[in-house]
C-alpha cells in the first residue's frame, strides 16, 4: 500500500455507526483510502437517541495521534468532536509537528443532530488560531449561526474565511435548501447545488461523511472547485441510499 493511502479521521464513537470515527472510515474505504482513527470521546447514543458523551483525556489522544506517526506517513486528516477549542488546537499543533504539511479539515460538531450539545464557542484567541491553522472548516447553518449568535451569517461566514476555507453545507437552509457554498482564498464563492436528481433523505452523521469525504478528495490532489464538487456528489449518494436514518455508502472503483 503507498504512502498516499493513509488518511487520519480523529473523532468520537457513535455505537450506531452512522456518525464518528466508524461513519469516516466507511466513507474513507468508499473513496479507496486506508483510514486511521483516533478516539476523542465515548457517545451513548443511537440514530435518534444521545443520552451521554464520556470524553477521551488529551492525553491519551495525543499518545494516539503519535504512535500513528511513528509508523504511517499521514497527509490529510479530517476532526470530528474534541472536548473543548483548547484540546482542539493542541490536537492540531501537534498534527503540525508531526507533518508540517498536512491538511486538515474541521468539522466543528457544536451540536448533535440528535440534540445533545458539546460545547459553545466562548475563547476567540484558541478559535483563531485553530482556523488560521485549518485548510478547510465545514459547519452547516446552524452552526454558523451558533459560533456567533450576535452576528450575522454573512459576517461569520467573512471572519471565518478571512482565516480559512470555509464549506458551508446547505441541509439546514431555510432557503435554497441543499445548496452548498465554499469560500476559498477569501474571495473566491464557489455555489454547488443539489447534483443527483435522486430523492435526499434525512441521515444520521450526514455531517461526518461531507467532511471526511472532503478530506479523502482533498488527498488525492484534485483542483478544488472538483474535490469540493465530489464531496457534494458522494455526499448526496449517501443521502439517497435508502429512506432510514442509517445510509449506506456507495464504494468507487478505480
Given at each position: ?8 479521521t ?11 470515527i ?18 476523542t ?11 451521554d458523551?464520556?470524553w ?11 504512535q ?27 498534527l503540525k509537528?508531526?507533518?508540517?504539511n ?11 443532530s ?10 476567540l484567541e ?29 459576517q ?8 480559512t ?10 432557503d ?7 469560500y ?35 488527498l ?12 457534494k ?22
Amino acid at each position: 500500500m503507498s504512502q498516499k493511502n493513509y488518511i487520519l479521521t480523529i473523532a468520537g464513537l457513535d455505537p450506531s455507526s452512522g456518525a464518528g470515527i466508524t461513519s469516516d472510515i466507511k466513507t474513507f474505504e468508499a473513496h479507496n483510502l486506508y483510514g486511521l482513527s483516533v478516539c476523542t470521546a465515548v457517545t451513548v447514543q443511537n440514530d435518534i437517541e444521545f443520552t451521554d458523551c464520556i470524553w477521551i483525556k488529551k492525553k491519551v489522544i495525543l499518545s494516539q495521534v503519535k504512535q500513528l506517526f511513528r509508523r504511517f506517513s499521514i497527509p490529510v486528516v479530517k476532526i470530528g468532536i474534541i472536548q473543548s477549542w483548547k484540546t482542539l488546537l493542541e490536537v492540531i499543533l501537534t498534527l503540525k509537528k508531526m507533518n508540517p504539511n498536512i491538511k486538515i479539515v474541521l468539522d466543528p460538531i457544536l451540536k448533535a443532530s440528535t440534540g445533545f450539545t458539546f460545547h459553545t464557542l466562548k475563547d476567540l484567541e484558541t478559535f483563531e488560531k485553530v482556523l488560521q491553522n485549518c485548510n478547510f472548516i465545514t459547519p452547516n447553518y446552524d452552526e454558523i449561526k451558533a459560533l456567533f449568535p450576535d452576528k450575522s451569517i454573512e459576517q461569520t461566514i467573512e471572519f471565518i474565511a478571512e482565516r480559512t476555507n470555509v464549506y458551508l453545507k446547505g441541509g439546514h437552509r431555510t432557503d435554497k435548501k441543499g445548496w452548498d457554498e465554499v469560500y476559498c482564498s477569501k474571495i473566491v464563492k464557489l455555489n454547488i447545488p443539489p447534483i443527483t436528481t435522486n430523492p435526499i433523505f434525512e441521515k444520521h452523521g450526514s455531517g461526518c461523511v461531507l467532511s471526511s469525504a472532503l478530506a479523502a478528495n482533498l488527498l488525492k490532489e484534485l483542483p478544488l472547485e472538483d474535490a469540493c464538487r465530489n464531496t457534494k456528489f458522494y455526499t448526496e449518494q449517501f443521502l439517497s441510499s435508502n429512506e432510514s436514518l442509517l445510509g449506506t455508502h456507495n464504494y468507487q472503483n478505480e
